[in-house]
């Protein structure tokens, strides 16, 4: 484990979640996405102590638990730590079984590989909210802005030195290669969010799940390829909409016609990206549905 500079006093800690870092006054720190629960985060204690750092706040750039789950651990190591996140990340954080119910529709079962982060050992409580614009923690300015579209609690942080921070808003170019399919909660929120990111004065950006860093530059290239995939994926279930068709038909075309492999929990996943974007149409006035023999039949209205 290493704590690598970015510029000034803003760091990361690359992982299978990248983890900010941010030296505040007094040699206390801010984290950004602790990780999952687990012995990354007495590493992350003992790295930052050998650089005269003491976590002081952690803010959770959203709801999902590879992101905020170590904020317990690390709460449970130092109980002066304040955790931090947007209220509707809050209400899944403070509530874990939450997230797990959503992502099916009901209540989950043992099948759902994440049901062990609800576990009562790695239940995590947010201390205070943050909303969007300006805050000052230790006499640090930082920027909160709102990245919802992913999960309805996305926030981004940008630090004074100019480093913005994005959580999962966009996965590295590796990944977005094999996995297109992006899980949204919104997909018109998401793709103003994803625009936003062209109006943000920052000079690099880190993603929660990528080995490189990204100038402001290499952004737009990140942007334009975010918006294409989720674009792609409107139009091929806006083609299988021109037949009456149900949502699980939609999703098994999708899986078959890209060649998408999933786990229970990814099928999951994908299903509920096919839902925002069904949502989505439905908002734009160009879809309706009838109930036939059981079943909710989508199509698109005619022109």
């Known amino acids: 484990m290493k704590l690598i500079n970015i510029k000034g006093d803003t ?8 983890t900010g870092v941010i ?11 602790p990780g ?17 750092m003491v976590i002081k706040y952690i803010i959770n750039t959203h709801e999902h638990g590879d992101h905020y789950e170590g904020s317990s651990n690390l709460k449970k190591l130092n109980n002066n730590i304040q955790i931090l996140s947007s209220s509707e990340a809050k209400i899944f954080i403070d509530n874990p079984n939450k997230f797990a119910d959503y992502t099916v529709g009901g209540k989950a079962n043992k099948f759902l590989k994440f049901k062990e982060s609800s ?39 940008l630090t004074d030195d100019k480093i913005l921070f994005v959580g999962d808003l966009f996965v590295g170019s590796q990944m977005l290669k094999k996995f297109d399919l992006l ?4 997909v018109k929120e998401y793709l103003n969010s994803v625009n936003k990111i062209k109006d943000i004065d920052f000079e690099y950006m880190v993603l929660g799940h990528d080995k490189e860093i ?25 083609d ?6 149900t949502i699980d038909n939609i999703l098994k075309n999708i899986i078959i016609n890209n060649n998408l492999s999933c786990n229970y929990t990814e099928y999951h996943y994908f299903r509920s990206s096919i839902v925002s974007i069904i949502s989505y149409l439905c908002d734009l006035n160009q879809i309706d549905y009838s109930i036939e023999l059981g079943e909710v039949l989508y199509y698109s209205k005619k022109e």
């Open 23 to 33: 030296r505040l006054d007094n040699n206390n720190c801010l984290i950004i996405d």
């Open 36 to 52: 999952r629960y687990g012995i990354k985060q007495r590493k992350m204690i003992e790295l930052l102590k050998e650089n005269n």
């Open 214 to 238: 990204y100038s402001k530059i290499d952004s737009q290239g990140i942007i334009n390829n975010h918006i294409s995939a989720v674009n792609n994926y409107v139009n091929q279930v806006k």
């Open 11 to 18: 760091y990361y800690i690359k992982g299978g979640t990248n």
């Open 240 to 245: 299988l909409l021109k037949s009456p068709i």
């Open 183 to 186: 899980l949204l909660y919104d």
């Open 119 to 157: 576990e009562e050992s790695h239940a995590t409580k947010v201390d205070d909210i943050i909303e969007e614009g300006k805050i000052v923690l230790n006499n640090r300015k930082f920027e909160i802005i709102k990245l919802s579209g992913h999960t309805e609690g996305s926030i981004g942080i």
